[in-house]
């Protein structure tokens, strides 16, 4: 239901959506017209289909509509006499059917009348005509049931002003020129095939390496950090998970059983049991804590394909998961260690703008009140120390504990879930995961799961869209292309390439039978950082002449000079 001034506006545009409609279609039959975020929408079963051509004549009918400051009335009838009123509108009908209340609430706005609770403004006065626009169309089931007929959803949007709707126009194009999705095939990193299966995507050469090297990095800074590395099979018992309790709790999002000998198995959808049972296989000491597991772990998990989007929303993925086992006074410590390596992770990866959420114990909850409330001071008492500004969401962490879940601000000011920190008091004592403690008493550790990327497609695919595809030297899985001008200089290429591949740099050499400009605006549009031109001149200097991808052409370089500033780079990570 529209709350604030300009929801209002929305929803009472989308009346006038369907009132300019109805006067270019005569005998359309209306579905619903309901706000959303930055505008709203009419479904409609129109009598011929539409096509995005006929947009502008809507809105230019809308426009014509909204000039006459028509009046909004609102009106309470009974339900006899709105059917007698909506009588040629089934899809009326049947909201009118469906409808709790004795009365039915109606607004009429000049000729058009429409069922609707409001609220409405007073009159199309109240809007701005500079400050609308109408965007798209879509299909869409009535009533979202795939049995239903398919109407059609005419989107708009709406903002207090002209400013605010120009803005959110330009984000919009420069979104979908981000698009990860076309990116993807574009720079030729991933697709996802009908034929292998939705929401599973084959990684090309350049977007494994891409891959790679996000991965090898990960590894790199988890080894300094003090964990240890695990690995474990993508299929297990069904009485592990059984035992777990995701069979009772998480069973909807995991895929049926496979039978193996008589055995009935689960892909996993979660890394954990896998690392408790590993756990168990010691036992443990005071003095073996914390430790630090970490696992790059393909998991798989039931998604609808009506929600799949690209890497972002996939049905595998695999997690940057780490199980971090430590005794009760360790905790704080370890939660703000971990989101001190979780944000310099992000940092580096260019992300410095962060929302921040600490979510606290729900209604339905495992463990005792008193280690919830310890826990969930650990995780404030860490927030505040590092001085981040974050919100509480009460009652929203998960029912066996307290988490943090940090979600990145991309270039385009878009927010993305990465980093979750859960405490879990559910699997220790599922597991009966235990310690020996300095009394030489066995006490129950506290478990913690994290992962700081989320995982490896979603985060490939928020880094694309961030840059453009565009990424930093370190990170481009072709950090350079050598251009040869003319046949008699492939050999020169050659030893170049051989020069800078021994530096452990990532090079193609572009030697096809097309001009050096033609060359160089293929590498332009697949974003390689530099590329080097050499021709006659450059040969005889032992030089490459440099084109950087943001200031053009930068000149000629002795080789060694390029090969310094280049891994300056990349060691720096910018
Ligand atoms: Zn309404
Ligand atoms: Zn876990």
Redo the contacts with the bound molecule.
């Keep these: 239901m529209p709350s604030s001034e300009i929801e209002i506006i929305r929803h009472s545009l989308a009346h006038v959506l369907a009132a300019a409609v109805r006067e270019i279609f005569s005998g359309t039959k209306f579905g619903i017209g309901p706000v959303i975020e930055n505008g709203f929408y009419y479904d409609s079963d129109l009598p011929i289909p539409l096509t995005p051509e006929d947009l502008p004549k809507i809105e230019k009918k809308m426009r014509e509509l909204i000039k006459k400051n028509i009046a909004f009335e609102k009106q309470k009838i009974s339900k006899e006499e709105a059917k007698k009123l909506f009588k040629d509108q089934p899809y009326k009908l049947e909201l009118i059917n469906e409808l709790k209340e004795k009365e039915a609430t109606i607004y009429k706005s000049g000729d058009f009348i429409d069922l609707c609770r409001g609220p409405h403004i007073k009159s199309t006065k109240e809007i701005n005509l500079d400050a609308f626009k109408i965007t798209k169309i879509a299909g869409a089931y009535w009533q979202g049931d795939e049995k239903n007929p398919m109407l059609t959803r005419i989107y708009g949007v709406a903002f207090d002003n002209k400013k605010d709707l120009d803005n959110y126009l330009k984000n919009l194009e420069e979104a979908e020129k981000r698009d990860h999705r076309q990116l993807g095939q574009k720079l030729d990193l991933f697709h996802i095939d009908e034929e292998f299966g939705a929401g599973l995507p084959l990684w090309h050469p350049k977007g494994a390496l891409l891959r790679q090297i996000i991965e090898d990095y990960w590894i790199g800074e988890h080894l300094k950090n003090g964990y240890e590395l695990l690995r474990t099979p993508h299929i297990a018992r069904l009485g592990l998970w059984q035992k777990s309790g995701h069979w009772d709790f998480y069973r909807e999002n995991m895929y049926s059983p496979m039978d193996i000998e008589n055995e009935k198995y689960i892909v996993k959808p979660?890394?954990?049991p896998g690392h408790i049972l590993i756990y168990k296989t010691h036992i443990r000491s005071y003095r073996d804590l914390p430790l630090r597991w970490a696992e790059l772990g393909t998991v798989y998990r039931y998604e609808r394909s009506g929600v799949l989007h690209g890497l972002t929303r996939v049905r595998g993925f695999t997690q940057d998961?780490a199980?971090t086992f430590c005794a009760p006074e360790q905790l704080g410590q370890e939660i703000d260690s971990t989101i001190k390596f979780g944000l310099k992770m992000l940092k580096t990866f260019g992300f410095k703008e962060y929302d921040i959420c600490l979510s606290t114990r729900p209604e339905k909850y495992v463990g005792a009140l008193k280690n919830w409330e310890k826990a969930t001071k650990a995780l404030e008492y860490a927030l505040k120390k590092q001085g981040l500004k974050y919100q509480v969401d009460p009652g929203e962490g998960v029912f066996y504990g307290p988490k943090i879940d940090i979600k990145i601000k991309d270039s385009l000011g878009r927010a993305w879930q990465c980093t979750t920190i859960q405490i879990d008091f559910n699997l220790p004592e599922k597991f009966a995961v235990a310690y020996v403690n300095q009394k030489g008493k066995k006490q129950q550790p506290i478990m913690i799961?994290r992962a700081l990327l989320g995982s490896l497609e979603r985060f490939t695919g928020v880094l694309i869209e961030h840059y453009a595809g565009a990424f930093p030297v370190w990170l481009s899985p072709v950090q350079a292309w050598i251009i040869p001008i003319a046949n008699r200089h492939n050999k020169y290429a050659d030893k170049v390439n051989r020069q800078l591949t021994a530096h452990n740099l990532r090079l193609e050499i572009k030697n096809e039978n097309e001009t050096v400009s033609k060359r160089i605006r293929e590498g332009e549009l697949q974003k390689i950082p530099y590329m080097l031109v050499v021709g006659d001149k450059e040969e005889k200097a032992k030089s490459v002449g440099v084109r950087d991808r943001k200031k053009g052409d930068i000149g000629m370089m002795k080789i060694e000079k390029f090969i310094e500033k280049i891994t300056k780079e990349i060691k720096n990570k910018k």
Excluded: S, V
């Design positions: 979660m890394n954990c998961d199980h799961h």
